[in-house]
C-alpha cells in the first residue's frame, strides 16, 4: 500500500483515482501531478514502483499544500473573516448558509433540524 502525503492509498485502483483520497486533490489535480511526473494515469497503484511513488511524493511537497497545512490555512481564512465581523464572518458564527441561500424553508443541515412544528403536544403514556 503507497502512502503518500499521510494517506493510505487503496492498491487496486488506478492512479488517477487513488491521487484523489489525498485532501486537497481532486481529478484536475491528480491529472496535473501524473503529467508533470510522466506516470501513466492508468497504472494500478499497487504496480507502481518506488522511484514512480518517491517522484509523485516530491512533487506534491515541492508544488502544492495539502491535508494538515490546507486545513489549517482554510480554518485561519475562516477566523479572519469571524474577526473582521464581515457579513460571511457572522454567518460562519451563527451557523448559517453563506451564499445567500434561502433559510426560510431549507438549510436543515446548517441550521441544525429543530422541530418544524410550534408547540405540538405529545400523546400521553397509558
Keep these: 500500500m503507497a502512502r503518500i502525503a499521510g494517506t493510505d492509498l487503496p492498491r487496486n485502483k ?10 486537497g486533490i481532486g481529478l484536475s ?3 496535473e501531478i501524473l503529467n508533470k511526473t510522466n506516470i501513466n494515469r492508468n497504472t494500478i497503484i499497487s504496480d507502481l514502483t518506488d522511484e514512480e511513488i518517491v517522484s509523485i511524493r516530491a512533487t506534491l511537497n515541492n508544488y502544492y499544500q495539502l491535508e494538515g497545512d490546507l486545513k489549517r490555512l482554510e480554518a485561519m481564512n475562516i477566523k479572519r473573516l469571524m474577526e473582521i465581523n464581515s457579513y460571511r464572518g457572522k ?8 451564499r445567500g441561500q434561502r433559510t426560510r424553508t431549507n438549510a436543515r443541515t446548517r441550521r441544525g433540524n429543530k422541530k418544524t412544528m410550534a ?8
Design 29 to 31: 489535480r491528480s491529472q
Design 14 to 23: 488506478r492512479v488517477e483515482i487513488g491521487l484523489t483520497y489525498i485532501y
Design 91 to 98: 454567518r460562519h458564527r451563527n451557523g448559517l448558509p453563506l
Design 119 to 126: 408547540g405540538k403536544k405529545k400523546a400521553p403514556r397509558k
